[in-house]
């Protein structure tokens, strides 16, 4: 099956500066990326996807990139706020309509 | 977006009690819906497909005598946890795709968080 790493667990930056979260997804059949923001005692909120036929997609300050070759993809927040701070998931399936395999997480904290 | 409910939002139950859990979408109709487990500082760990008019798909490890799912219509499917340990203590929550548009986006409830005392 799917088996999705996520790096890094915790990540801390100060308010504006940009952070990176990258995965890595092992099934080649996968063609379905979303990323979910979490917040504490809440449910997952999908910020931002990526099917495989793209490279990139951004919306306003969230941009995702994807390595179909390497089988990685990347979720980039510019000038990160406060309200930021949560933490973010990456998944993969072969479909949206498929079961989601999740990475483990990154807790990101923006410190004013 | 889509509406997923859950109910209910917390439960508090002694061990060996059962508890079901509700998914509802709201606006949508949904033919699968997935639950998952999650426990604190982890990550979402799939427990079970629920396909409506069929049988549950269980992820290994998953003891379907314990976990019961019911999908009786388009718009519902139950989760019961049968006899309760404290071990079972955690976050459940469900997610549903919405496919009436051709969005993937899989919309999930806002969670029961059960502690089994």
């Known amino acids: 099956g799917e088996n999705v790493e996520q790096h890094p667990s915790t990540l801390s930056v100060q308010e504006g500066d940009s952070a990176v979260i990258k995965c890595t997804y092992s099934d080649s059949a996968s063609n379905y990326f979303p990323w979910y923001k979490q917040e504490l005692g809440k449910r997952p909120q999908l910020i931002i996807d990526?099917?495989?036929?793209?490279g990139e997609k951004k919306d306003q300050r969230i941009a995702v990139t994807l390595n179909k070759t390497a089988k990685h993809f990347s979720l980039h927040i510019t000038e990160t706020q406060p309200e930021d701070s949560a933490v973010y998931f990456c998944a993969a399936s072969n479909s949206g309509y498929s079961t989601l395999t999740f990475g483990k997480g990154t807790m990101l904290l923006v410190s004013p | 977006g889509a509406v997923v409910s859950q109910h209910p939002s917390w439960v508090i139950c002694k061990s060996g009690t059962s508890v079901k859990i509700e998914c509802r979408s709201l606006?949508?109709?949904?033919?699968?819906m997935f639950w998952y487990r999650q426990f604190p500082k982890q990550s979402l760990m799939l427990m079970a497909t629920s396909n409506e008019g069929s049988k549950a798909t269980y992820e290994q490890g998953v003891e379907k005598d314990k976990f019961l799912i019911n999908h009786a219509s388009l718009t519902l499917s139950t989760l019961t946890v049968t006899s309760a340990h404290p071990e079972d203590s955690s976050f459940y929550i469900c997610?549903?795709?919405?496919?009436?548009?051709?969005?993937?986006?899989?919309?999930f409830g806002p969670g029961t968080r059960l502690l089994v005392l």
């Open positions: 990526i099917r495989s036929n793209v």
């Open positions: 997610s549903a795709p919405d496919v009436s548009l051709g969005q993937e986006t899989q919309y």
């Open positions: 606006d949508f109709q949904a033919t699968t």
